[in-house]
């Protein structure tokens, strides 16, 4: 399909009224229509630029916002909205390169959604090197441009420890305080989990739940699964409705899609889950799933737990030693992580 073609079916995607269509200039269309176009296809729902409800990243098709986009910033090259919106569009391509690029003029515009979005780029290491310094950096000038999601992504650096070595999970939680009431939904659920654990914040069960049900209740679909996900293991955690917990984890796997590091997080919090039900063989083969899609010494160590209750303490041994010889997790993924409880395991009966 050639670029005015695909615009053309951009537009209708759309929705732009029959009237909006005079003085073709490009594809058929005037030229002004493409920013509207690129906005209703790639606006972001936390870009304060845009004002207006966007559309989720997960939900981008990128065969008609990129020409689209590409279109409107040519046509808009000062305007830091359209830039951002093709940085996001390309980052939903798996473009890092061009990404980057989009989001650079973007923020050197003073975007900043596009600061937030680089930060995140640098703190993952996504088409770039990664270095945490500069991707906080970014996002305390994304805090100051008006990003909502900028307290999260800097609060989640302190939580892991990333600039110095040392969790400080008390400036993690006033971040996503702050992240929180400026909008990011998905603040509510790194709330919960420092509630349910107690880090940063008296330890407080009544109030995680509270803030996963605030990030069930958000609207954004990859906020919503991981609410569910998370208030799934804090009810096997403290004991509480084990068969809600069943339902609400395998809610979270089915709406995962098709991202694979989630997808796998998920299936293992369903696993444990049917563990503490006693459905064991089902919680075997959910387990043995999550570890094909993303291997944790967390879902080993959890293997482990499972075939021994079937019975089989020796492919329970072999799984806590695979548990063992991976990295273990940061503290703030996983507060209950204790090599020495594994290899007591393994030295017993």
């Known amino acids: 399909m050639n670029q005015a073609r695909v615009l053309?079916?951009?537009a209708m995607i759309a929705g732009l009224p029959a009237?909006?269509?005079?003085?073709?200039?490009?594809?058929?269309f005037a030229a002004e229509d493409f920013g509207a176009i690129c906005d209703r296809l790639a606006g972001s729902p936390d870009d304060p630029d845009l004002g207006r409800q966007g559309t989720w990243t997960s939900a981008i098709s990128v065969a008609t916002a990129e020409p689209a986009c590409r279109q409107a910033v040519k046509d808009h090259p000062g305007e830091r909205r359209y830039l951002y919106e093709l940085g996001r569009t390309l980052e939903r391509k798996a473009d890092a390169v061009d990404a980057l690029d989009a989001y650079r003029q973007a923020a050197a515009l003073g975007s900043g959604a596009a600061l937030a979005a680089l930060g995140l780029m640098y703190d993952e290491g996504?088409?770039?090197?990664q270095d945490s310094k500069t991707a906080a950096d970014d996002f305390q000038k994304a805090i100051v441009a008006g990003s909502p999601l900028a307290y999260?992504?800097?609060?989640?650096?302190?939580?892991?420890?990333e600039l110095d070595g040392v969790a400080n999970p008390a400036k993690a939680f006033e971040l996503y305080q702050q992240g929180a009431t400026a909008g990011d939904a998905s603040a509510f659920n790194r709330l919960g989990t420092l509630y349910q654990w107690g880090r940063g914040v008296t330890r407080d069960p009544v109030k995680a739940e509270a803030m996963f049900r605030r990030a069930i209740e958000s609207g954004d679909p990859d906020t919503i699964a991981e609410g569910k996900n998370d208030l799934a293991w804090l009810w096997v955690e403290i004991g509480k409705n084990l068969s809600g917990a069943e339902a609400m984890a395998a809610d979270a796997v089915a709406e995962a899609g098709d991202d694979a590091y989630n997808r796998a997080a998920?299936?293992?919090?369903?696993?444990?889950?049917?563990?503490n039900l006693g459905k064991d063989n089902d919680a075997l083969d959910d387990e043995e799933r999550a570890i094909v899609l993303d291997e944790q010494s967390t879902y080993d160590c959890r293997l482990g737990d499972i075939l021994a209750a079937l019975g089989d303490k020796e492919k329970a041994r072999a799984a806590w030693r695979r548990a063992l010889s991976l990295n273990p997790p940061n503290v703030a993924d996983e507060p209950d992580w204790n090599a020495d409880a594994i290899r007591q395991k393994i030295a017993g009966p």
């Open 8 to 10: 053309v079916f951009a």
């Open 19 to 28: 009237t909006a269509l005079a003085a073709p200039e490009v594809g058929g």
């Open 126 to 129: 996504f088409g770039i090197a």
């Open 152 to 161: 999260g992504d800097l609060a989640y650096i302190y939580d892991h420890g």
């Open 266 to 275: 998920y299936t293992d919090t369903l696993a444990w889950v049917e563990h």
